[in-house]
């Protein structure tokens, strides 16, 4: 069945376990997997199929991809489903988009972090003057967060005139706050810095160095890309991204996204939780939606070095009865008007 799009609404999708210890021998999947045996890569099948038999006690996932050191060493689709289809990647994008802010640095079309939003978007010439593009980063610009946590601007047709609007709340950098306007700009700030838009820039310094080339990108009805949300394509292709994060932004010996600007952005909030539930260290990475990790779990990766599997089994379990918890409230919620 090729290219079927899933159509889960706030559940998650898929859940993907990318498991990889360093090794000399660098193997990156290219327009195609290698797919072996578990025992191949020093892990009984046995630990694998129950990772996969776990992931699937949650009715809503459609996919799981098991790799280490770059191969697939375990895979299962639900019924209806299978390696070319499609799944929606919801705020997961936040994390692809954000990369691009990484490699513009490196570039030098973006001066650093703490650069002034108003360096590229003369809009922010008010009260929004003093925040910077890390404070967009980590949630904590203080813009304006209403009750509906601007949920509508899904609904708009044009997602940026809307985020534009947004004024301040709050002090910058004081608050975490999960607000969908701050991942919105920056594909603002990507486009003024580089003249070209996010979706473009995605493609040609992300996804053509990582062989993808089955993939939708999602725009509201202005052609604005949502660089807050919302990237299609296989569990295969979302699996490469773990890998490339795994690796310390390389891919194929090509620095794609610098080293020290992950370690800098995937670390502490809710990254240090699911550090701490995996008992990883802090030179292990790990990426998951954006910082910090979300645990609605409407999409979720976890990369680690790992020597003991029975650890991982004991924590994927603990941590997906935690997302089924929270998974029940959202439709508690959802059922009742609240979303």
């Known amino acids: 069945m090729q290219n079927k799009t899933f159509s889960i609404f706030y559940l998650p999708i898929f859940l993907f376990f990318s498991i990889f210890i360093h090794s000399a021998d660098k193997y990156y999947p290219g327009s195609s997997w290698e797919l072996v045996s578990a025992e191949s890569q020093g892990i009984e099948t046995k630990n694998v199929e129950t990772l996969i038999d776990i992931a699937f006690t949650d009715n809503s996932t459609l996919g799981v991809v098991v790799i280490k050191n770059g191969k697939i060493i375990g895979e299962k689709y639900a019924s209806g489903y299978d390696s070319d289809s499609h799944g ?5 994008a936040k994390s692809y988009y954000a990369a691009l802010i990484g490699i513009s640095i490196d570039r030098g079309e973006i001066g650093g972090l703490d650069d002034k939003v108003l360096n590229y978007l003369e809009y922010f010439n008010d009260e929004r003057s003093e925040i910077t593009i890390r404070d967009l980063l980590d949630m904590s610009s203080g813009l304006d967060f209403p009750s509906h946590e601007h949920e509508k601007m899904f609904f708009q047709d044009d997602h940026l005139a809307y985020a534009k609007k947004v004024g301040v709340e709050k002090e910058a950098g004081i608050k975490f706050e999960y607000n969908n306007v701050n991942s919105m700009l920056l594909g603002d700030i990507l486009y003024q810095a580089t003249g070209k838009k996010a979706d473009v820039l995605f493609e040609e310094r992300i996804l053509e ?5 089955d993939y939708k990108l999602w725009k509201d009805e202005k052609g604005n890309v949502m660089t807050y949300c919302c990237v299609d394509m296989s569990a295969r292709d979302y699996s490469k991204f773990g890998l490339l994060f795994a690796r310390n932004g390389i891919w194929n010996n090509e ?4 080293k020290n600007f992950l370690m800098k952005h995937f670390k502490l909030s809710g990254i240090q939780q699911q550090r701490d539930l995996l008992d990883l ?3 292990t990475p790990c990426i998951g939606g954006y910082r910090p990790m979300r645990m609605t779990l409407k999409f979720l990766i976890l990369v680690a070095s790992l ?8 924590k994927m379990t603990l941590l997906l009865q935690e997302s089924q918890n929270i998974i029940n409230k959202t439709q508690v919620i959802s059922r009742s008007g609240g979303l």
Do not use: F, G
């Open 88 to 92: 929606t990647s919801w705020s997961m």
């Open 209 to 213: 160095p990582l062989e993808i080339t």
């Open 255 to 258: 620095q794609i996204i610098s």
């Open 281 to 283: 260290t802090e030179d």
């Open 307 to 314: 020597v003991n599997i029975h650890l991982l089994i004991e």
